[in-house]
């Protein structure tokens, strides 16, 4: 047989391998649990042969591509309240929600020694661009508003704010240098517990409301049982392990 | 339309105006030397100023940001000007490259379709090169400054990618149209959106419309 014929009956039964039994999930993922949920999918993919699609992006577009037919079988969000939207909108299955973990905030700059234990740079004057994201659509860009809003610093800070599209934007814009300080997840900057790059000063939860991340099936995933396998494997304790290693609680 | 609206139009219509200007006044002298020069680093400067047709503004955003830090190969020279990412003149500065082979082609174009007669004839009557170029060559290839000026006023005022990239969607700063009605969208508000689109959509139109007369006309004559 000729190299060339060779090889395109090989791609053509790997092709026809991934159209055969193994199911893929197109699954939504909230921008902060990028990190964790690559981990995840790996484990997953390795246990049950099945293949996952990740999307990263805000939660509030998703609601809106959802809401307009995307294809998505299962949303993890990075609030609760959007599956519930979805839920109550007919969009998704009520029972199947749950947290899968509760995400934490933190004030983060690339510079090492920037940023201290209190937060209290926030007060100072030693930075000209403050990173967060969008508030009107990411829950952890609604938190830091938040937490700009305890220390009474919305009016201070309004004109070093730049908005990133989603969560992984405004790292985006920290990591480069070009904002000295921004509000991004916690699993963006820590591995295994500690904080992996910069300085960073770890949110009091009690400064925004909690960051309950749910999942729940979407309908289009109704009748693929991959799709709730998906969701059994993020209750199981490998899963767990995973998600507890970027630094979110359970 | 709110007041946030009308600031972001205005931001965009400041931007492209100012876009539109320095491209023609840099483009200018750019597309005759490359419609005219004979030196050897024609074709690669010809591909360059085109690079920007074919990468994704995402690509472009992304070099910009990275470029533009304080760790980036331009970043000393940014600080130093001003040019930096969430400032309006760093959108001017990403712009102009994003716009660039939108003047420069147009003007190459109609630079080449004037062949070398015109500009002979006006040598012979002695007139310098460079007066030449504005009485006798500027002139002819008119139409071909209009498309140009109309195009990259157009592609600046439709930019999207470079500006959601290295723009931070400062009101009156970096928040240009299509950031406000990207937002509009994703945060379904879509009567609002739905202003803005047909207002683009409208504006589009009659930007093709003035760059079709124009050649209509020139087919005419």
Redesign the interface.
């Known amino acids: 047989m000729s190299r060339p014929l060779r090889l395109l009956l090989v791609s053509a039964a790997l092709l026809l391998g991934t159209l055969g039994h193994a199911d893929t999930v197109q699954v939504a993922v909230a921008a902060n649990f990028s990190a964790p949920m690559q981990a995840i999918a790996r484990a997953f993919e390795q246990q049950s042969g099945d293949q996952l699609s990740l999307s990263f992006g ?1 939660t ?2 998703f ?2 591509q959802i809401k307009n037919g995307a294809p998505f079988a299962v949303l993890l969000a990075a609030d609760s309240k959007t599956p519930q939207r979805l839920a109550s909108e007919g969009n998704a299955l009520p029972a199947s929600e749950f947290t899968y973990a509760t995400g934490k905030l933190v004030l983060w700059s690339a510079s090492p020694g920037l940023v201290d234990a209190q937060g209290a740079v926030l007060e100072s004057g030693s930075y000209q ?1 403050l ?1 967060i994201a ?1 508030p ?2 990411a829950p952890y860009g609604a938190a830091a508003m938040q937490v700009l809003a305890q220390r009474k610093l919305l009016v201070a800070v309004q004109s070093k ?5 989603n969560i992984t ?1 405004a790292y ?2 920290v990591a ?4 000295e300080l921004g509000f991004v997840a916690l699993s963006q900057v820590s591995l295994n517990g500690q904080i992996s790059k910069g300085s960073a000063w770890v949110v009091p939860a009690k400064l925004y409301d909690p960051l309950h991340q749910d999942a729940i099936l979407l309908n289009a995933g109704k009748d693929l049982p991959a799709a709730k396998a998906l969701l059994d494997f993020l209750h199981s304790d490998a899963a767990k392990t995973i998600i507890r290693s970027y630094g979110y609680d359970l | 339309m709110s007041a946030d609206d009308l600031q972001a139009l205005l931001l965009t219509l400041k931007l492209a105006s100012l876009v539109t200007l320095l491209l023609l006044l840099f483009g200018t002298p750019l597309a005759w030397w490359l419609a005219c020069g004979r030196s050897r680093w024609r074709t690669p400067v010809a591909a360059l100023t085109a690079l920007p047709l074919v990468l994704p503004p995402t690509v472009l955003g992304f070099y910009l ?2 470029a ?5 190969a331009l ?1 000393g020279i940014a600080r130093a000007v001003g040019v ?3 400032t309006f003149a760093g959108l001017v500065f990403a712009s102009l490259i994003y716009s660039l082979p939108f003047v420069v082609q147009p003007l190459r174009t109609a630079f080449e379709g004037l062949g070398p007669r015109p500009l002979e004839a006006a040598a012979t009557l002695r007139a310098s090169p460079l007066r030449a170029f504005f009485t006798v060559a500027l002139p002819l290839a008119r139409p071909g400054l209009i498309t140009a000026a109309v195009l990259g006023f157009a592609h600046t005022v439709g930019e999207f990618g470079v500006v ?3 723009g ?3 009101p009156g700063q970096t928040r240009v149209l299509s950031i406000q009605l990207y ?1 509009h ?4 508000e879509y009567a609002s959106a739905q202003h803005l689109a047909a207002l683009l959509l409208l504006f589009s139109f009659a930007v093709l419309l003035v760059v079709y007369r124009q050649r209509a006309a020139l087919h005419h004559v």
């Open positions: 805000a509030g577009k609601y809106t661009h990173a969008n009107a659509l704010l730049v908005t990133g599209e934007q985006d814009f480069t240098g070009n904002a | 940001l990275l533009l830090g304080p760790q980036g970043g930096l990412p969430f959601l990239m290295i931070g969607n400062i937002d969208v994703e945060a379904l």
